[in-house]
């Protein structure tokens, strides 16, 4: 199973990013795709879901400015990002999760400058 995430990079303050995850492994379809963040100190965050059923949830500091979506046909699963905040920087991990199987990517820095 991989979970590969790209897309994370530098960006001022009110910029956008998009990360994507390539998911290979497993029958995507059925998982529920998650998007985390870990800044530096702080404890891993649940940043934004999309079920297999396609419904998406998003953290209170999120909601508004990032959108996830997945596309079943690739394994592939979105996170745009807008109006990137400095509290937005960390590092950024898909992950997959259905039953009692849940499976991480390696996570891809986003930094957001003032």
């Known amino acids: 199973v991989q979970l590969q995430a790209s897309g994370g990079g530098l960006v001022q303050t009110g910029g956008s990013l998009r990360l994507s995850c390539a998911v290979s492994?497993?029958?995507?379809?059925?998982?529920?795709m998650n998007w985390y963040r870990q800044a530096p100190g702080k404890q891993r965050e649940l940043v934004a879901s999309?079920?297999?059923?396609?419904?998406?949830n998003y953290g209170d500091s999120v909601k508004g400015r990032f959108t996830a979506s997945r596309d079943n046909p690739k394994n592939m699963v979105y996170l745009q990002m807008n109006s990137l905040e400095p509290e937005d920087t960390g590092l950024y991990y898909c992950n997959s999760r259905w039953r009692s199987r849940e499976y991480w990517g390696q996570g891809t820095l986003v930094t957001v400058s003032s």
């Open positions: 492994g497993i029958i995507f379809r059925v998982y529920d």
């Open positions: 999309v079920s297999s059923g396609n419904r998406t």
